[in-house]
């Protein structure tokens, strides 16, 4: 979530400290938004009245602006979102990364700290601002800000109030990254992903709720120490809502193709003797107790975005546990957004595997439908 307190408005101020990279004796431009580096990653070359080291050093041979491919912008600073923009920068994913927070001293202290580091990761262009208009031809907007649940507050009056806050937030996205793909992280991830859908009125090809990655990374996990083997070798999903009505697909938990149930045909019921069911408890119970350790998750999400980026802006049509829409599937008829194995490209979510589950998973997925549907039924746009 983002570090900013209450509600994140949009602003279109624009920041008056921002760094100069003109030589000496040109005239004045228009203001730029904090950070920003003007016409593109780097600097233009100007024509110099004056000798200076820069012009004496560089001969511009081309004025032509950067265009960015891969562009992608992350609203909100917090630990999440900082999360988020390491993990996409050490990947090397983007050639520009723009972020967006309304707490402009944090914003600011973030960028420099990244874009002090960017050498080491052949960053070209960290950028950052209050106003929007940094953003302007992203291919990919990741969300992390929203508000935080106060003490006493029901689930249904938080959501209400981030419905406020993405009203602001996705319609100034879509005024300058109007072709872009959402990945949704902000909690309730899954309500917050139908909400953005609705708002954005963009195919819900284009709109991903970050969903379920993660809880089926964490299961993999434990499944692999169980085992004594890595969890990339452990396959296994966890579907449904991000949060306590997850559904575990245990009929499909393999290791080389084995399925577990083969071995022990009460994996995953009350009637196992070894109790794998704790494994999905386990899942369920982790981001609270790293949360009572540490005060918040951040690195673990900020992975599985970047995972989920790299699948988009790299084309590479993997399968991941993302939140859509999906009605019609499963024998669910509301517009619910809950995670499903989908296969991630250059266009978003491209297909939606047809997973076969049993008659209990399916009766679970859609109780975990109905928990989503009781409170957003209730919301107003």
Not at 21 to 27: K, N, P, S, T, V
Not at 82 to 105: F, K, N, Q, T, W
Not at 122 to 141: E, F, G
Not at 192 to 208: C, D, G, Q
Request: charged share 20%; hydrophobic share 40%; aromatic share 6%.
């Amino acid at each position: 979530m983002s570090g900013a307190v209450g509600v994140l408005w949009a602003s279109r101020s624009v920041a008056a400290a921002r760094a100069s990279f003109l030589c000496q004796g040109m005239a004045p431009v228009p203001r730029q938004p904090a950070c920003v580096p003007r016409r593109g990653a780097w600097p233009v070359t100007p024509v110099c009245k004056m000798a200076t080291v820069k012009c004496e050093l560089l001969k511009n041979l081309n004025s032509e602006e950067a265009v960015h491919r891969n562009k992608v912008s992350i609203i909100g600073t917090g630990s999440v979102g900082m999360a988020c923009a390491v993990s996409i920068l050490v990947r090397g994913l983007s050639d520009e990364l723009a972020l967006v927070d309304v707490a402009e001293g944090k914003l600011k202290g973030e960028t420099m700290d990244l874009q002090h580091g960017s050498p080491f990761v052949r960053m070209p262009s960290i950028v950052s601002s209050r106003d929007y208009r940094v953003t302007a031809n992203s291919n990919l907007v990741v969300i992390t800000a929203g508000a935080r649940q106060q003490k006493g507050e029901t689930r249904l009056n938080l959501v209400q109030r981030n419905v406020a806050i993405f009203k602001s937030m996705i319609s100034n996205i879509i005024q300058y990254s109007p072709h872009c793909k959402l990945i949704v992280v902000s909690n309730p991830v899954d309500i917050l992903t139908y909400v953005a859908w609705k708002l954005s009125e963009f195919p819900k090809s284009r709109v991903i709720g970050s969903g379920c990655n993660l809880d089926t990374a964490r299961f993999r996990f434990l499944i692999g120490q169980r085992l004594g083997v890595h969890s990339e070798s452990c396959h296994g999903w966890i579907l449904g809502e991000h949060g306590d009505s997850s559904v575990p697909v245990w009929s499909g938990v393999n290791v080389a193709g084995v399925p577990l149930k083969s071995l022990n045909s009460g994996v995953g019921t009350d009637q196992d003797p070894e109790q794998w069911g704790n494994v999905h408890k386990d899942v369920i119970a982790s981001a609270y107790e790293i949360i009572k350790m540490k005060g918040y998750t951040s690195w673990a999400i900020g992975l599985s975005v970047a995972d989920l980026t790299e699948s988009v802006l790299r084309n590479l049509r993997r399968v991941h546990p993302v939140s859509t829409i999906i009605k019609g599937l499963y024998g669910i008829n509301e517009e619910v957004s809950l995670s499903v194995p989908c296969v991630l490209g250059e266009n978003g979510i491209t297909d939606l595997i047809k997973v076969k589950l049993t008659p209990e998973e399916e009766t679970h997925l859609k109780k975990s439908a109905e928990t989503l549907w009781q409170i957003q039924k209730d919301l107003s746009f």
